[in-house]
């Protein structure tokens, strides 16, 4: 099945400080998303990206299909930015779910 | 947005017994639904997928006489723990498709084993 790989896989910022994660797939997809894993469990939807370039206020995503990577960026990062981001793809090949990578644990400290 | 709902969001029991975890959709129809499980620290992980009136679809490893999971409407699906032990203990979570290619989560549920 398709792999996916997020790097790096702890992070630790500053508060203020840009950061940006990264997600490797391996094969051709149909959907990519960006989630923010609240402390509580919550899957909070980023972004779904599967081409091209998006922006959400301090956030925004980018994805190169046919190198087959994704980024996230975070700007000015606070806080409550802290927690796990994951990226997750679904392959080109009907209805089939979302497979996660392993998330990058980001912790913003003040 | 879509608003996928899950209940109970925790459950505390006694092992041997059997607990089944609700998933709506709340504001949309879904064709299909999907259940993850998350341990501590780790990644989601599939363990089914399930469309609207079919057999569930069981991920390799995971067994389908112990999870029993059941899509009735298009708005609701349910996983049953059977005879739950200890090491069922989890959080686990669904999300629902649409006619889009959009998945949306439900809050999870926590699963205490004792």
């Known amino acids: 099945g398709i792999q996916v790989e997020q790097s790096p896989p702890d992070l630790i910022l500053q508060e203020g400080a840009n950061s940006t994660l990264r997600c490797n797939f391996s094969d051709s997809v149909n959907n990519l998303q960006w989630f923010h894993q609240n402390p509580w469990g919550q899957l909070i939807n980023l972004f779904y990206i599967p081409s091209g370039t998006k922006q959400n206020g301090r956030l925004s995503a980018t994805t190169v299909a046919t190198e087959r990577y994704s980024l996230l960026y975070i700007s000015s990062s606070q806080t409550t930015d802290s927690g796990v981001y994951f990226c997750a793809v679904e392959a080109n090949s009907g209805n089939t779910p979302l497979v996660f990578g392993k998330g990058t644990r980001l912790s913003v400290i003040a | 947005g879509a608003v996928v709902s899950q209940h109970p969001s925790r459950v505390i029991c006694k092992s041997g017994t059997s607990v089944k975890i609700e998933c709506r959709s709340l504001?949309?129809?879904?064709?299909?639904m999907f259940w993850y499980r998350q341990f501590p620290k780790k990644s989601l992980m599939l363990m089914a997928t399930?469309?609207?009136?079919?057999?569930?679809?069981?991920e390799q490893g995971v067994e389908k006489d112990k999870f029993l999971i059941n899509h009735a409407s298009l708005t609701l699906s349910t996983l049953t723990v059977t005879s739950a032990h200890p090491e069922d203990s989890s959080f686990y979570i669904c999300s629902a498709r649409g006619t889009g290619r959009t998945q949306y989560f439900g809050p999870g549920t926590r699963l205490l084993v004792l």
């Open positions: 399930s469309n609207e009136g079919s057999k569930a679809t069981y």
């Open positions: 504001d949309f129809q879904a064709t299909t």
